[in-house]
């Protein structure tokens, strides 16, 4: 809340207590991590800790406990070091954090979750396989009866469900009858958003609304990610990667309005093309040529409606991963975590109207001082 964390804290005597930390890039390890997954926070918050013990003399001393390191034996070795105290006990705040997302995320059964809602969003499970919506149907119905979800989770959940399927009638009183009224009405009013709750009374099957394009997308992605709950792709990591290289249609921003004659396609800027007139000849760069942040297009993606912490991590693992020329900057009217989607649901599906959202994307080039 506001960036401020708080954490069982162990001090040199052994005491636990509670203690409150601001949290900032000024930690290095949050900067380091805040992006990444939370297996591979994990993994590397744990080897810089091995790194930092293995290469410090009095933390040697504690060399037998470093077998299956965890937060008991992480702060049996900071004692040790009391004149490190500050240093590590970031260490334990972080596996702290961890081991409290990774409690919440069991205790709720989000595996079984994030899989039902990957398969719904993808058309294919965590094996890169076809699955069968008469399945998809099952798995919802056994999840909503299992008493493991509140309200919230349940409408979630058949939201996504009226989304990307085409429910026949049978399916979706199935579905929703155990709703309250007014999650029912949330449900209808999808249609605002241009999904059509239920499917034609002629057809016999709930359909899959699922493109062959996402599909084929979570196949590829699953090839080279450890993380089968990441395998959906956002509208946003195909648009981004286009409009830095310069390959976006008009036709995809029907928003923008250009002069005659000029086409988004056109808008990338080349490197080295911006000159200054406050310095060296008029008409001549004073830019660097080398490709540093210095020079770099800044990329500057703004989100009307909500910029999710799912897609900003899938920005930044493509700005990590050098699939993109420019720098990225990131924001949003405001940053949608998992629990504001059905508040904003609540109070935007029931307006007479709804206003379409898309996503403003700006490229600039700013100059090297």
Request: with cysteine; glycine share 6%.
């Amino acid at each position: 809340e506001n960036d401020i964390v708080e954490f069982k804290s162990t001090d040199s005597s052994g005491a636990k207590k509670s203690k409150k930390v601001i949290i900032s890039n000024e930690d290095e390890l949050w900067a380091q991590y805040k992006y990444k997954h939370i297996s591979e926070a994990m993994n590397g918050i744990t080897a810089s800790f091995n790194e930092f013990v293995k290469n410090n003399s009095t933390a040697k001393l504690q060399k037998g406990a470093m077998g299956d390191l965890n937060l008991d034996k992480m702060s049996d070795i900071i004692r040790s070091m009391p004149q490190y105290n500050e240093l590590l006990q970031k260490y334990t705040m972080h596996m702290n954090l961890i081991d409290d997302c990774l409690e919440i995320f069991t205790r709720s059964d989000l595996k079984e979750i994030g899989e039902i809602e990957q398969c719904l969003a993808t058309g294919v499970d965590g094996e890169g396989h076809s699955i069968k919506n008469s399945k998809l149907v099952s798995l919802i119905v056994s999840k909503l009866a299992s008493g493991k979800l509140s309200d919230e989770e349940k409408l979630r959940l058949l939201m996504i469900a009226v989304i990307t399927l085409e429910l026949t009638e049978k399916d979706r009183k199935m579905l929703t009858n155990d709703l309250l009224p007014e999650d029912q009405r949330t449900v209808q009013n999808l249609v605002w958003l241009g999904v059509t709750p239920q499917a034609a009374a002629s057809q016999k099957k709930s359909q899959n609304r699922v493109d062959d394009n996402v599909k084929k997308a979570a196949k590829n992605k699953l090839k080279n990610i450890s993380h089968d709950l990441c395998r959906t792709t956002t509208s946003i990591e195909t648009i981004v990667p286009d409009i830095d290289k310069g390959n976006v249609q008009n036709d995809q921003f029907g928003v923008i309005s250009l002069p005659s004659g000029l086409a988004l396609s056109n808008l990338k800027p080349k490197a080295g093309g911006v000159t200054s007139l406050r310095k060296g000849k008029p008409g001549k760069t004073t830019w660097n040529e080398a490709s540093d942040d210095k020079t770099k297009t800044r990329l500057i993606v703004f989100v009307v409606g909500g910029l999710s912490y799912p897609e900003i991590r899938a920005l930044k693992d493509l700005e990590a991963q050098k699939q993109l020329d420019s720098l990225l900057i990131l924001g949003g009217t405001y940053l949608m975590r998992p629990k504001d989607y059905i508040p904003v649901s609540y109070t935007h599906l029931t307006l007479p109207t709804i206003y379409s959202v898309q996503i403003s994307v700006v490229a600039v080039s700013l100059k090297k001082k």
